[in-house]
């Protein structure tokens, strides 16, 4: 069928909203008619940086509504309410127990540009067009694998769900699932965007005492107030690692680093207390660390953390139910756009003006 796409033609092009060829849905897969999409950091550095082939539709936050079913598919109907999530093959050993974001082929199925059975979807004219994360979700329709389709509560606005896709349930599964904060301990979070913000909403939620928000946006810090957290430092205007020590007492338990910025990955780690852990979510270049005092002689530890260690057919409508209850309210980080604002979203997020974009597709 013809579809609508937001088409990538080469390396740093921005997006061109053209007419494209989307196939009917093959075994195991579900057609999708996108309402919204969230704008993510990394579609930007696909986009930017090359590392998916091109032409290729980006977009890995989509939310929709299942049009048709493939042969084989179970757990789906036509007319259920989804979100799209990262693709991962569900057989090998980290999927089957419980850790689908190591897939033994997640960067093959998420940036290879091609389905499972290394076909495509999409194509433009005669040439074909990569799917990115198995789903290409700037786009009026997917075809996904039914693996990637989280069904969800039709009650709450489909509009706003796509970001729990990947950002949202990053930053929040990082805290939730994989560091496990004990009550009345003490995080920080550097980076208030829509990952480090949903990791505030999770810290509170986990019962922590002192929730620490870090960044160079006051806007961002006003907000992370406003979610939860405890404090709030301005990283140009005060020394991050000193005052995080001042407020907890010699140092946080546990870090949730999502800036990628190499002098901030290493005050996530130097700003722990003994034996704390410093979560990495964020693309870094390398980063040189005094790897003998701070890991072996006060015992830390640094974990890199893909899509919130999260399975998300458990942990997405988990979310959504904090979500109705006013417990995880996403929603305040959420600006719509039109399609055709495409390129203004992305600017809008790059300079810090706009959380979380979302494109209201339809």
């Avoid at 399609?339 to 790059?350: G, H, L, M, R």
Wanted: contains cysteine; hydrophobic residues 40%; negative net charge.
């Amino acid at each position: 069928m013809q579809i609508k796409a937001a088409v990538t033609l080469e390396q740093g092009r921005d997006f061109e909203w053209q007419a494209v060829e989307l196939a009917e849905p093959s075994l195991g897969e579900v057609r999708v008619r996108i309402v919204a999409t969230g704008v993510c950091h990394t579609d930007a550095v696909a986009r930017d940086l090359g590392i998916a082939p091109f032409p290729i539709v980006l977009g890995h936050e989509g939310a929709g509504v299942v049009e048709a079913l493939g042969e084989g598919v179970s757990g789906l109907e036509v007319g259920d309410h989804v979100v799209l999530s990262f693709a991962h093959c569900g057989g090998c050993g980290h999927c089957l127990t419980g850790h689908p974001t190591v897939c033994d082929t997640f960067n093959e199925l998420n940036f290879g540009g091609a389905m499972d059975d290394g076909s495509h979807r999409l194509a433009l004219g005669d040439d074909s067009l990569a799917t990115f994360f198995g789903q290409s979700s700037f786009a009026t329709h997917a075809v996904v694998n039914a693996r990637n389709a989280v069904k969800v509560d039709p009650e709450v606005d489909l509009a706003l769900l796509g970001p729990l896709g990947c950002g949202i349930q990053t930053g929040a599964g990082t805290v939730l699932n994989r560091l496990k904060p004990e009550f009345g301990s003490s995080l920080v979070v550097y980076g208030c965007g829509a990952v480090g913000l949903s990791a505030i909403m999770a810290a509170r939620i986990a019962g922590c005492q002192q929730i620490i928000a870090v960044d160079v946006h006051d806007s961002r810090l006003e907000l992370a107030l406003e979610l939860g957290a405890t404090h709030a430092i301005n990283g140009q205007q005060e020394d991050t690692v000193e005052r995080v020590r001042e407020i907890t007492g010699g140092g946080s338990q546990f870090a949730v680093e999502t800036t990628g910025v190499p002098v901030v990955v290493r005050q996530s780690l130097q700003a722990l207390k003994p034996l704390g852990v410093s979560a990495i979510v964020g693309v870094t270049p390398e980063v040189t660390l005094d790897v003998h005092h701070d890991l072996m002689a006060e015992g830390k530890s640094m974990i890199g953390v893909i899509e919130g260690d999260s399975v998300p057919r458990v942990f997405i409508p988990q979310l959504v139910a904090y979500f109705k209850e006013g417990r995880f309210p996403f929603d305040r980080l959420v600006k719509f756009y039109a399609p055709e604002q495409i390129n203004e979203a992305f600017e809008d997020s790059k300079n810090g003006t706009t959380v979380k974009p979302v494109l209201k597709i339809g």
